[in-house]
Each structure stands twice: as C-alpha cells, then as structure tokens.
Nanobody, 124 residues
C-alpha cells in the first residue's frame, strides 16, 4: 500500500511562491499518474493538477491555476512537486496529493488514503 505525504506549505503574501512536495513510501509511484487537490474551508476538495506516469510528459491543470502552477515528478526520489507562483488569496487551502486515474478533467483518486495535507495560506 503506497503512502503519500505532502509538505512545503506555509504562509505567503499574494504574488509569492511556494513549492509543495508529495513523497511516496511503500512502493514506487513511477507507474502511476499523480494529482494534486486542494480543499478550502467549508468547500469540497477540488482538483488542481495531474501528471502522467513514468516520464510525466503529459500534464493537466485546473483553469484557476493554469499558467501559475507547474507539476513535475522525480522518479528517482519517488516524489511529485507542485510549483506555485503568483499566488492569490483564493489559493488558500489544504493541499493533498493522490494517485489518479487520468490526466484530464475529472481526475479521481484511485484509492490512495488521503494524508493530512499541507496548509497553504496566502495573505492579501
């Protein structure tokens, strides 16, 4: 059973940047697509970005983050990163990663246990 742990969140001013990491243990995730999701207070968990398995040649982003966020993977380290630039207060949320079933709209967790996530807070 793979376990994913998110890290890298914090408090940043609007316009700033953060880099989140998703570190896997238990098995290699190179053969899986991986996605990032986020949940703001009082709202449902939403899809943010996904990257294809193995070489990560295919990526997909929610419209709200396109052009500002970049997802990447390092199979040697068994990690997936989310570089977040030009952050906005609306990006404030707890961010989670999971193995997903597709690299396009509607990507869903394929059974990864949700971790504790990492809190991102963007002040105006």
């Amino acid at each position: 059973q793979v376990q994913l742990v998110e890290s890298g969140g914090g408090l940043v001013q609007a316009g700033g940047s953060l880099r989140l990491s998703c570190t896997a243990s238990g098995r290699t995730i190179s053969g899986y697509a991986v996605g990032w999701f986020r949940q703001a207070p009082g709202k449902e968990r939403d899809f943010v970005a996904a990257i294809s398995w193995w070489d990560g040649s295919s990526t997909y982003y929610a419209d709200s983050v396109k052009g500002r966020f970049t997802i990447s993977r390092d199979n040697a380290k068994n990690t997936v990163a989310l570089q977040m630039n030009s952050l906005e207060p609306e990006d404030t949320a707890v961010y989670y990663c999971a193995l997903v079933d597709r690299v396009r709209s509607g990507a869903r967790n394929i059974g990864t246990n949700w971790g504790q996530g990492t809190q991102v807070t963007v002040s105006s």
